[in-house]
């Protein structure tokens, strides 16, 4: 029998293993798959975010997944790649966050809190089944996962639903109440507050200073939301979060902020920014 494996072979293939395993660990570092005790977020792309919770709960946030131009092709060719979700937020009807919510909560056979005049029409043109939609508004919380709280609140922006009616094939357009972000509490009490789309409104120092949010989710891409300068604006000087992480940028040629924008703009705050790209998953 021959050896394949010279010597010099020998020690090309230990190097390749020895590389192989720093790879490996070095993902683990990144993202380590099943720890207890932590938070972890996976984001998808634009505004959507999977996060898991120190319990091991999954709580899907606006959820633009198969239609998404930046989500990984893991998910955006199979929903259910995502896997079990116990809890569904939507903050408003645009496409790029209402997404595949209906279908998301079909699968979990769970509910889909969204504000109050967006899910009445997703369950009254039967988009949604009526048990599977929950009504809430802002200031609003609600309890739906043990130890997990979440308060809606405002979002300066607004909500349409555009819907292809299948008895007549045509697009239509549905009022769809007004957009909301959520102050997500988890079971160790972090607070995540997922601003949803928003443009600047003063009131950010009232939520920031009333609900103490940990790390905040902010779009910065501008045209339908804050742009970079004017979303460091807000953290520095009314949101004061101990970490920010920058969404709502990089999939609609529209909305041109950068993240090295965002980056500048907040040169020599103490806010530790947390930046992401579509699919990584960070952990804290
Ligand atoms: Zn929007």
Redesign the pocket.
């Known amino acids: 029998m021959k050896n394949f494996l010279s010597k010099g072979s020998l020690g090309l293939l230990l190097a390749a293993v020895l590389a192989c395993a720093s790879s490996i660990s070095g993902a683990q570092n990144a993202a380590p798959a099943g720890a207890q005790g932590k938070t972890e977020a996976l984001w998808l792309g634009q505004?959507g975010f999977r996060i898991k919770t120190p319990q091991g709960k999954m709580i899907l946030i606006d959820p633009w997944i198969t239609g998404g131009p930046k989500t990984p092709p893991m998910y955006k060719n199979d929903l259910a790649a995502i896997g079990p979700i116990d809890l569904l937020l939507v903050?408003?009807?645009?496409v790029?966050?209402i997404g595949d919510a209906p279908a998301v909560a079909k699968m979990n056979n769970i509910k889909l809190y969204g504000p109050a005049d967006m899910v009445t029409p997703l369950t009254t043109l039967g988009i949604l089944p009526a048990d599977l939609g929950h009504r809430f508004n802002k200031t609003g919380r609600v309890t739906p996962l043990p130890g997990v709280k979440v308060t809606a609140v405002q979002a300066e922006?607004?909500?349409l639903l555009v819907w292809k009616n299948p008895a007549t094939d045509k697009m239509e357009s549905h009022p769809a109440g007004e957009?909301m972000g959520y102050i997500i509490e988890l079971e160790n009490g972090f607070k995540i507050w997922h601003m949803?789309?928003t443009g600047l409104f003063s009131d950010m120092k009232f939520i920031s200073e009333h609900y103490k949010p940990d790390l905040v989710m902010i779009p910065i891409g501008g045209n339908?939301?804050m742009a970079p300068d004017d979303a460091a604006f807000a953290l520095r000087t009314w949101i004061k979060p101990k970490m920010v992480i920058p969404m709502h940028y990089n999939s609609n040629p529209m909305t041109k902020g950068t993240l090295a924008e965002f980056q500048a703009a907040m040169q020599g705050s103490n806010i530790k920014i947390i930046p992401m790209t579509e699919g990584e998953t960070v952990q804290f």
Do not use: L, M, N, R
């Open positions: 505004a903050t408003h009807a645009h790029d966050h922006h607004s909500s957009p949803g789309d339908f939301t």
